[in-house]
């Protein structure tokens, strides 16, 4: 069993208001949500913010295995992006890369955005 972790969930990890406690050792991170986490960062002005920032990057990695994008996904991301589209509905980029991801690897996504379900 798997489960992909959004980066909703990592921010709330970041701000002590969920625990990993009951899916960690079976969550998984897709590489956009770290790419999410580094974009966080670059916005942040104060250095040792930002230090504290990145350490928590790092903290995450060690906590998930982390996703490629590979080229399965690409084919998912394509037909999600089509099926979208067509119905008129828009989602932003990164969370249709991480539905890809989902979709591909058969497995639920943990997010706190209920909004975008």
């Not at 969550?27 to 670059?42: F, K, P």
């Not at 913010?49 to 690409?74: D, N, Q, W």
């Not at 067509?86 to 497995?107: N, P, S, V, Y």
Request: net charge positive.
């Amino acid at each position: 069993m798997g489960l992909i972790i959004d980066t909703s969930i990592i921010i709330a990890l970041e701000r002590g208001k969920v625990s990993t406690k009951q899916w960690s050792h079976y969550g998984q991170a897709y590489i956009i949500v770290l790419t999410e986490l580094l974009i966080g960062v670059d916005r942040v002005n104060n250095e040792n913010k930002r230090i504290k920032c990145l350490a928590f990057i790092e903290y995450v990695k060690s906590l998930f295995t982390i996703l490629p994008f590979g080229i399965e996904k690409v084919y998912t991301y394509a037909r999600i992006i089509h099926d979208l589209y067509t119905q008129r509905i828009t989602i932003g980029t990164h969370d249709m890369l991480i539905a890809a991801t989902a979709i591909t690897k058969g497995f639920p996504i943990l997010t706190l955005n209920v909004k975008r379900l």
